[in-house]
């Protein structure tokens, strides 16, 4: 009975090392892709800005080539390209956890179960009148 007793104790603290490190990778791939949503939101928030400043530069009828002269475009071409080049490691910090992550082998073999719900019949294009209920 003890030896039974040996085998699901280290079954059980195998079965939850397993658990433990599942869900770090999880995580952790779950973080990095939101450090990876950050950054997207950043940058959009960076062009956005860079229009305005493009558009008013525009409405004020400067020529375009002094566009690219203009301080504060530089600066937010500067702060774009650094956000870029972070969101690209970020990319690969995110893609490599995800190869990093084992699942099991049921998973992989496992056929999904999810069946698609059956069509719904379409009513024709000339309806039924309906009954109206007499007034009292």
């Known amino acids: 009975m003890s030896d ?7 079954w059980l603290a195998e079965a ?19 450090d990876v949503l950050g950054m997207n939101t950043v940058l959009g928030e960076k062009f956005t800005v860079l229009g305005g400043i493009i558009y008013a530069m525009l409405v004020k009828k ?4 002094n566009i690219f002269k203009d301080p504060r475009v530089k600066k937010i ?6 956000i870029e ?21 049921k998973s992989k073999n496992k056929k999904s179960t999810l069946r698609k719900a059956p069509k719904k019949k379409q ?6 009148p309906r009954k109206l209920k007499k007034a009292t």
């Not at 039974?4 to 280290?10: C, G, M, Q, R």
């Not at 939850?16 to 990095?32: F, N, P, Q, Y």
């Not at 080049?85 to 992550?101: G, P, R």
């Not at 009513?123 to 039924?128: E, F, K, L, N, T």
């Open 85 to 105: 080049t972070s969101l690209k490691e970020a990319k690969k910090k995110a893609s490599i956890n995800k190869t990093e992550t084992k699942t099991s082998v």
């Open 123 to 128: 009513r024709s294009a000339v309806s039924r």
């Open 16 to 34: 939850t090392r397993s658990a433990i490190k599942e869900t770090e990778d999880l995580a952790l791939r779950g973080k990095h892709r939101f």
């Open 77 to 82: 071409l500067g702060e774009i390209r650094e």
């Open 4 to 10: 039974l007793w040996k085998e699901v104790t280290s």
């Open 62 to 65: 400067e020529a375009p080539s």
